[in-house]
């Protein structure tokens, strides 16, 4: 029997280059397919990523394998559904995620159908993911790539399953070291070229630049938020008890995050699932109010700044200055809130602190940032988090939850981050997270991702 005939998505990197190698010499039919997704003539945008040079190297791996090559222009598409999409949600102070959306827009669906265009019956890409079928219900199962360093399944969190019915991953079976020493061995022209960085098909950029094209700079206050706004804050309480209150014997509450460097190699992909910190029965028994408070980010507005008038140096100059507020101060001023996320310390040029600062949360309508001073603010920490109903995509539909259900499962809220134990709870207008300890710095927009084992189950933008 014939196997189909399967077009893979050569980027010109070394990933694709050995997917594709080890599809024809699995017996396929393979061709090649180069998508232009971006022009660096294009004024809203530029990157470091020269795409020239890509197609270039893609067409010669083509030939050194043996297969017929492509080009697909989808820069319009992308531009449509990636860019305007990223624009879109920071003007609107949240955190967006486009190698998600270029994946479930683009690789996936455009370049799907470019591929059915030159006659495949499948497409491949060069991603570090699994997938199997369930023996039971024949749906698709999405799983981590056997290599913790490079898995990327949860670039892949919005697939449906006639999108994972129609693809393959050569090398999600594969360690990375693994993939070089292929292309070494095979000589293709891509075995030394370093992996891509940045947005994707964009390249690496500065992102309050990237912003600039389209949002306008507009100066505001930096607020830097003191501790003591948590003391006397009522909805801060709230959640310290309510979160105490669902404790097992023994176990102990943990209010803000650790200190942890950039992850810049992973050997695990997170701590196993173990028992929740948490009553369970009591985590079912909130009500959808109390989850909603708790899935609530602390609101900053209340700090609020009045002037008053002193006088100054010899000869008694009247000036004007900000009352002092044992909530927080004015620390400095920023260009505009939604070149901002949340969690981000580089940027702020603000000095005399002992630590660094950090984001905590950006008011885009009043056009004010507030951060906070050290790794283990208050501000950074969230135990609980919110994805909408209508924002949830289950990977497998057999494995949706419906309202009431709750289940224990491991999530991770940014690409790099291990995976951390967690409850989820579902309600009828959404599903809440209940992380085992806080997670630092989540914003609105972000992608969470939630795995059962090795198998990635569902996900949702946080709200």
């Not at 050997?267 to 009500?287: I, N, Q, R, Y």
Request: aromatic share 10%; hydrophobic share 35%.
């Amino acid at each position: 029997m014939n196997k189909p005939k399967v077009c893979i998505g050569l980027s010109g990197g070394v990933d694709s280059s050995v997917a594709a190698l080890l599809l024809k010499e699995q017996g396929y039919d393979v061709a090649g397919l180069f998508m232009q997704n971006w022009h660096d003539a294009d004024a809203t945008l530029h990157g470091d990523c020269e795409w020239e040079e890509d197609r270039f190297v893609a067409e010669m791996v083509a030939r050194k394998i043996g297969i017929p090559f492509y080009f697909a222009d989808l820069s319009k598409t992308y531009r449509e559904k990636v860019v305007d999409y990223m624009f879109d949600e920071y003007a609107r102070g949240r955190t967006p995620n486009p190698d998600v959306l270029c994946n479930r827009e683009i690789k996936f669906d455009a370049f799907v159908k470019a591929a059915h265009s030159i006659g495949a019956d499948m497409v491949a890409t060069g991603h570090y993911c699994r997938k199997e079928q369930d023996a039971a219900s024949g749906e698709w199962r999405l799983l981590e790539g056997t290599d913790p360093n490079k898995d990327q399944s949860y670039f892949l969190c919005q697939l449906s399953q006639e999108q994972l019915a129609g693809a393959l991953f050569p090398v999600g079976g594969l360690t990375k070291p693994e993939v070089r020493r292929i292309a070494a061995e095979a000589d293709l022209p891509s075995a030394d070229r370093k992996d891509s960085q940045g947005i994707c098909f964009v390249g690496k950029v500065d992102l309050p630049t990237f912003l600039r094209q389209k949002l306008e700079p507009k100066e505001g206050d930096v607020v830097e938020v003191f501790d003591a706004f948590y003391a006397d804050s009522e909805d801060y309480r709230f959640k310290c008890e309510t979160l105490k209150s669902l404790l097992k014997p023994e176990a102990e509450l943990e209010m803000t995050c650790h200190y942890e460097k950039e992850i810049k190699l992973l050997t695990s992909d997170g701590e196993p699932l173990g028992d929740s910190p948490f009553d369970l029965e009591a985590v079912k028994g909130l009500t959808d109010d109390i989850l909603m408070r708790l899935a609530t980010a602390p609101d900053y507005s209340s700090i609020r700044f009045e002037e008053e008038n002193y006088r100054s140096g010899r000869h008694h100059t009247l000036k004007t200055r900000l009352k002092a507020n044992p909530w927080g101060a004015v620390a400095g001023r920023h260009e505009g809130a939604q070149f901002y996320t949340i969690g981000q310390r580089k940027g702020l040029a603000i000095g005399g602190h002992k630590d660094s600062l950090f984001v905590l949360s950006t008011d885009t309508e009043r056009n004010i940032i507030y951060v906070g001073e050290g790794h283990s603010h208050k501000g950074l920490a969230r135990h609980c988090l919110r994805v909408d109903a209508s924002e949830i995509h289950w990977i497998r539909p057999s494995l949706a939850m419906s309202p009431g259900d709750i289940r224990r499962q491991r999530v991770r809220i940014r690409y790099r981050q291990p995976l951390q134990s967690a409850t989820l709870i579902m309600r009828e207008h959404g599903l809440f997270i209940i992380f085992d300890k806080p997670q630092r710095g989540p914003a609105p927009g972000q992608f969470a991702a939630w795995y059962d084992g090795e198998e990635l189950t569902g996900s949702g933008t946080l709200s």
